[in-house]
């Protein structure tokens, strides 16, 4: 199926559509292809590794950036990972460790966030405040018998913070210290992982086969589009340095542009 007979096209968000969340400067061929896709009546959704942001501010900075975007096509790591316990335990007990966005996500689709024992899952997220208390419990609650979950699967990323700009880590990096205090391998429910690109194009009502992703990242976009069977494009961004752990999964576009632009004559 060629690109002109796609369906949905699901975007990255941070490098792709804008520079990031903290810096929402828009892409400006990114623009063009979102206007274009638009006037040939494509579905278009975003899914970002993003989860230290809820759904709706996602969505709100991807408005003023210029996309037209409905919010029930907004989708992030911390949405998949509230999905993903609810749709296993609906009385599961929760300890997360994250900045508020996806304690937010969480709280909405109804997960029992607690503090105290018992837990069934602890879920990591980037938390630029995290405390060794918080760090500790969770390995306790882990050797104990609870799930561990990581929202998504990025080893650092740019961001500001309390007003300083600079790279930070991620949620795979704080999980890591957990896995190596306990033995126990985390859940990745982000990019790279295929199961947040399945669920996500499930909810939206979509065939693997009508979709393509949108990324910038080979090891987080490509990867995860890839292993969930879709058609992947590469836009090749000078400032892509986040990092991720995309274990042996398939790095190979099918499309490579140096501008988004690029795609427009093929659709």
Known sequence: MSLEDKKLWLF?????LIHDVENPKPFSD???LWKHLNEKGKELAVLTNVGRLSAKQVNVILVEA???LSLDRTLTAGTAAAGYIISRNPDGRCFLISEG???DDFVHYGVKLAHNPPIDYVAIGADRG???QHLNFAAKMVRSGAALICISGSRDYPGEFLGHR???LGERSIVAAIEDATGVEATIVGKPMPEIVRESIMLLGFEKEDVVLVGDNPASDVAGGNAAGLTTVLVNRPDN?????ARNLDMEPDYAVDSLEEIIPMV
């Open 12 to 16: 990255d968000v941070d490098n792709t």
């Open 30 to 32: 990114s623009q063009k």
């Open 66 to 68: 210029g996309y037209d």
């Open 101 to 103: 966005g996806a304690r």
């Open 130 to 132: 995290l405390t060794y």
């Open 166 to 168: 600079d790279e930070f």
């Open 241 to 245: 340095i986040v990092s991720f752990d």
